[in-house]
């Protein structure tokens, strides 16, 4: 009876705990996510705005 009971106190210590998967980790994180919701479309309004200036054309 005892040595069974170390027996699974050994099985559980042994095995390694797992981090969670990285998205699981990116979408628990308000911070992040706060984070990620203004710098990207903040990045990409800039990219789409330097596009249309350099598409315009130049005056004479």
Do not use: H, R
């Not at 009876?1 to 797992?18: F, G, H, R, V, Y």
């Amino acid at each position: 009876m005892e040595s069974s009971k170390i027996m699974n106190e050994a099985s559980e210590s042994d095995t390694p705990e797992q981090s969670p998967p990285t998205m699981q980790s990116v979408l628990d994180n308000p911070f992040l996510l706060l984070f990620l919701g203004v710098t990207i479309p903040a990045v990409l309004y800039i990219i789409w705005g330097v596009m249309e200036v350099a598409s315009i054309p130049v005056g004479q």
